[in-house]
């Protein structure tokens, strides 16, 4: 099986209210820098946040994910889950997110993508989110130092919305078709640090003014051969979000992370 890592966030610290998600799931970080040679890597991120006394908390999270190349064949697993509580039993994270991609090397430049996931959240009203949907990605630049990876793609998306009381959409059932555009670069700063930066824009087919944005920069940079220290930040806009979601999220993050 190729090697496995293993990663623990050691440090998770979120500057801003909460994460950037308006309904778009940036994958391409799993991707940035897939394996050479044929073989399975996988990766796991645990994080726990438990306080008793005078300010009571509870917060438990992971992800996990495996990376498969196959001669001209990429594919991509990946699950993440969160649960939460803040004292007196107040709901605080309630999220789950699965994503499988495959993508095919037809040339030197250009691939084929294709995915689905599922996705809930309590806090965006997702009761459910399902997603597939296939395009062509077009690699501008493959340089040792520097990456820079362009995709397009027909995606259907089917949502229902929670039965919230007090909201105009309360179980709500939309099918839609949207295209998703991205464009995600890589760039070796040194020989100890990395940075990588994603946009992506999903709009409506039928409805052009109902579209999402999201945006994630980050900075890797190695403390260690094992320990590396990550900062990250991630815009997300929605257009016509649930009624009482907001349309932007930001979040700021700083990681310490072990790899095994």
């Given at each position: 099986m190729?090697?496995?890592?293993?990663?623990?966030?050691?440090?998770?610290?979120?500057?801003?209210?909460r994460?950037?998600e308006a309904?778009?799931?940036?994958?391409?970080?799993q991707l940035?820098?897939?394996?050479?040679?044929?073989?399975?890597?996988?990766?796991?991120?645990?994080k726990?946040?438990?306080?008793?006394?005078?300010?009571?908390?509870?917060?438990?999270?992971?992800?996990?994910?495996?990376?498969?190349?196959?001669?001209?064949?990429l594919g991509?697993a990946?699950?993440?889950?969160?649960?939460?509580?803040a004292?007196?039993?107040?709901?605080i994270?309630?999220?789950?997110?699965?994503h499988v991609?495959?993508?095919?090397?037809?040339?030197?430049?250009?691939?084929?993508?294709?995915?689905?996931?599922?996705?809930?959240?309590a806090?965006?009203?997702?009761?459910?989110?399902?997603?597939?949907?296939?395009?062509?990605?077009?690699?501008?630049?493959?340089e040792?130092?520097?990456?820079?990876?362009?995709?397009?793609?027909?995606?259907?998306e089917?949502?229902q919305?929670?039965?919230?009381?007090g909201?105009?959409?309360?179980g709500?059932?939309?099918?839609?078709?949207?295209?998703?555009?991205?464009?995600?670069g890589?760039?070796q700063?040194?020989?100890?640090?990395?940075?990588?930066?994603t946009v992506?824009?999903?709009?409506?087919?039928?409805?052009?003014?109902?579209?999402?944005v999201?945006?994630?920069?980050?900075?890797?940079?190695k403390?260690?051969k094992?320990?590396?220290l990550?900062?990250?930040?991630?815009?997300?806009?929605?257009?016509?979000?649930?009624?009482?979601?907001?349309?932007?999220d930001t979040?700021?993050?700083?990681?310490?992370?072990?790899?095994?």
């Amino acid at each position: 099986m190729g090697k496995l890592v293993i990663v623990i966030a050691l440090v998770a610290l979120v500057g801003l209210p909460r994460p950037a998600e308006a309904q778009i799931v940036n994958v391409q970080g799993q991707l940035a820098k897939p394996p050479r040679e044929d073989g399975v890597t996988g990766q796991a991120e645990l994080k726990l946040d438990w306080r008793e006394g005078n300010n009571t908390f509870f917060d438990i999270g992971g992800a996990g994910s495996v990376l498969l190349r196959r001669g001209r064949l990429l594919g991509l697993a990946l699950v993440r889950g969160e649960y939460g509580n803040a004292g007196g039993g107040i709901a605080i994270a309630r999220r789950a997110f699965e994503h499988v991609r495959t993508r095919v090397t037809i040339d030197c430049r250009w691939r084929w993508e294709a995915f689905a996931q599922h996705e809930y959240d309590a806090f965006r009203r997702l009761s459910v989110r399902a997603v597939a949907g296939t395009g062509p990605a077009l690699q501008i630049l493959n340089e040792p130092r520097v990456g820079l990876l362009a995709g397009a793609a027909y995606l259907l998306e089917a949502e229902q919305l929670d039965t919230r009381a007090g909201r105009i959409d309360a179980g709500l059932r939309t099918l839609a078709s949207r295209a998703s555009i991205y464009v995600t670069g890589t760039e070796q700063l040194g020989t100890s640090a990395s940075i990588a930066h994603t946009v992506y824009v999903q709009p409506r087919l039928d409805d052009l003014g109902d579209l999402r944005v999201l945006g994630e920069l980050s900075v890797t940079t190695k403390l260690s051969k094992r320990i590396a220290l990550t900062d990250g930040f991630s815009a997300a806009y929605d257009r016509t979000p649930p009624d009482g979601v907001r349309r932007y999220d930001t979040a700021l993050k700083v990681a310490v992370v072990v790899t095994f």
